[in-house]
């Protein structure tokens, strides 16, 4: 059905067939897992209790774009009087499912190591992977000897697992797609670059929070664009425009874009888990404070007289919610959050400019702006 914004959304039965991928994906890995005693086969049956909760975000907008494409092709062939039957280089409704389970595979794979690095038990306002193995396990590892320390030893290293295993889980669907030798390999490309450079994005983001790295704000600005706003927007819409088989071009112009819409995003995130309501965005409240992550709002306050005031409580593992709470209003006094704000607004105006702009065969055609438009204003003012 058009909407006002001028695109088609997704058919419901479409997302239907990812879930069942995904479905298909753990049932598989539970199977095997049962081999290897009874503990690895639940710790894969926790894994697909976990990501049902996703909003399956990234999945949702791949398909979007991919059939956006796919309609654009087929309204060429017919003003151009070619049939509109199914092209060799045209991947089948299954295919096109399983690369959105796949990219949703990958995001919780993230999702699982960064719980690991970040030392979190909490995510959607409930606990995670590794506070379920806790919870599951904590009271019979008591009860046999074993301290707290190595119960969450246990379970973080089930997140770190299973994070690598639903990686490879992503590389194997792509690599099976039915498509060309030259196509796949293309495909296979964009997915290793998402994950290489989703890996030097979160390295960098420990590495400024540990203060090995210095803290300037192209640095920050950086880090925040490569370790969620590439997998999250560029990954979908490369994956698409290749599938589609779409040129190199079109795609470069949509990363040009996006780029910037996936850094108001990011940006945003911080902003969220700073000044947001917890029990809108489910995270756990003001970790970002305890974890001392070096993000573009502590960039601008370490500019500032106030810091001193930020700095005595900044990384505390320990830091309570009353001192977070006034740490978060001195942050907001010393005009951290309206600067981000409008870097915020910034990066839409750079993203608005990119996505209209008129340059041949790179052109970004209407229906693909019409979604990503739709997007960019469902992401203002967001909550979660």
């Given at each position: 059905?058009?909407?006002?914004?001028?695109?088609e959304?997704?058919?419901?039965?479409?997302?239907?067939?990812?879930?069942?991928?995904?479905?298909?994906?753990?049932?598989?890995?539970?199977?095997?897992?049962?081999?290897?005693?009874?503990?690895?086969?639940?710790?894969?049956?926790l894994?697909?209790?976990?990501?049902?909760?996703?909003?399956?975000?990234?999945?949702?907008?791949?398909?979007e774009?991919?059939?956006?494409?796919?309609?654009?092709?087929?309204?060429?062939?017919?003003?151009?009087?070619?049939?509109?039957?199914?092209?060799p280089?045209?991947?089948?409704?299954?295919?096109?499912?399983?690369?959105?389970?796949?990219?949703?595979?990958?995001?919780?794979?993230?999702?699982?190591?960064?719980?690991?690095?970040?030392?979190?038990?909490?995510?959607r306002?409930?606990?995670?992977?590794?506070?379920?193995?806790?919870?599951?396990?904590?009271?019979?590892?008591?009860?046999n000897?074993?301290?707290?320390?190595?119960?969450?030893?246990y379970?973080?290293?089930?997140?770190?697992l299973a994070?690598?295993?639903?990686?490879?889980?992503?590389?194997?669907?792509?690599?099976?797609?039915?498509?060309?030798?030259?196509?796949?390999?293309?495909?296979?490309?964009?997915?290793?670059?998402?994950?290489?450079?989703?890996?030097?994005?979160?390295?960098?983001?420990?590495?400024?929070?540990?203060g090995?790295?210095?803290?300037?704000?192209?640095?920050v600005?950086?880090?925040?664009?490569?370790?969620?706003?590439?997998?999250?927007?560029?990954?979908?819409?490369?994956?698409?425009?290749?599938?589609?088989?779409?040129?190199?071009?079109?795609e470069?112009?949509?990363?040009?874009?996006?780029?910037?819409?996936?850094?108001?995003?990011?940006?945003?995130?911080?902003l969220?888990?700073?000044?947001?309501?917890?029990?809108?965005?489910?995270?756990?409240?003001?970790?970002?404070?305890?974890?001392?992550?070096?993000?573009?709002?502590?960039?601008?306050?370490?500019?500032?007289?106030?810091?001193?005031?930020?700095?005595?409580?900044?990384?505390?593992?320990?830091?309570?919610?009353?001192?977070?709470?006034?740490?978060?209003?001195?942050?907001?006094?010393?005009?951290?959050?309206?600067?981000?704000?409008?870097?915020?607004?910034?990066?839409?105006?750079?993203?608005?400019?990119?996505?209209h702009?008129?340059?041949?065969?790179?052109?970004?055609?209407?229906?693909?702006?019409?979604?990503?438009?739709?997007?960019?204003?469902?992401?203002?003012?967001?909550?979660?």
């Amino acid at each position: 059905m058009r909407t006002g914004t001028g695109y088609e959304h997704t058919p419901v039965p479409l997302l239907a067939d990812v879930a069942h991928e995904l479905e298909q994906i753990f049932a598989a890995k539970n199977a095997q897992a049962q081999s290897y005693g009874n503990k690895f086969g639940q710790l894969w049956s926790l894994v697909a209790k976990q990501i049902r909760g996703g909003k399956a975000v990234r999945p949702w907008l791949f398909l979007e774009t991919y059939y956006a494409l796919d309609r654009g092709r087929h309204l060429e062939n017919e003003t151009s009087g070619l049939p509109a039957q199914r092209t060799p280089t045209r991947p089948v409704q299954s295919d096109v499912a399983r690369i959105a389970a796949a990219i949703e595979a990958l995001h919780f794979a993230f999702l699982l190591h960064d719980d690991v690095i970040d030392a979190d038990t909490m995510r959607r306002g409930k606990p995670n992977l590794i506070g379920e193995l806790i919870q599951q396990h904590q009271d019979v590892a008591n009860n046999n000897g074993a301290p707290n320390s190595l119960v969450t030893h246990y379970a973080q290293t089930g997140g770190i697992l299973a994070g690598n295993l639903l990686l490879a889980a992503a590389h194997q669907i792509f690599a099976r797609v039915q498509l060309p030798e030259q196509s796949r390999i293309r495909l296979l490309d964009v997915l290793d670059e998402t994950v290489f450079e989703t890996t030097a994005g979160e390295f960098n983001d420990v590495g400024l929070s540990a203060g090995v790295i210095a803290c300037d704000l192209p640095t920050v600005v950086d880090m925040s664009a490569r370790k969620t706003a590439v997998y999250t927007f560029e990954l979908p819409l490369r994956a698409a425009v290749a599938l589609s088989g779409g040129s190199l071009k079109l795609e470069q112009s949509l990363v040009s874009a996006t780029t910037h819409l996936g850094l108001a995003y990011q940006l945003q995130d911080d902003l969220l888990s700073t000044f947001g309501d917890p029990t809108a965005h489910g995270k756990d409240p003001y970790s970002d404070l305890r974890e001392g992550k070096q993000t573009a709002i502590i960039h601008f306050a370490r500019q500032t007289t106030m810091w001193p005031q930020i700095a005595a409580n900044f990384g505390n593992p320990d830091l309570d919610t009353e001192s977070a709470v006034k740490m978060r209003d001195t942050l907001i006094q010393c005009g951290a959050e309206a600067f981000v704000r409008s870097l915020v607004e910034e990066q839409m105006q750079l993203f608005h400019q990119k996505l209209h702009r008129a340059d041949g065969e790179a052109t970004i055609p209407a229906d693909v702006r019409d979604l990503l438009s739709n997007v960019a204003t469902n992401l203002q003012g967001r909550q979660s």
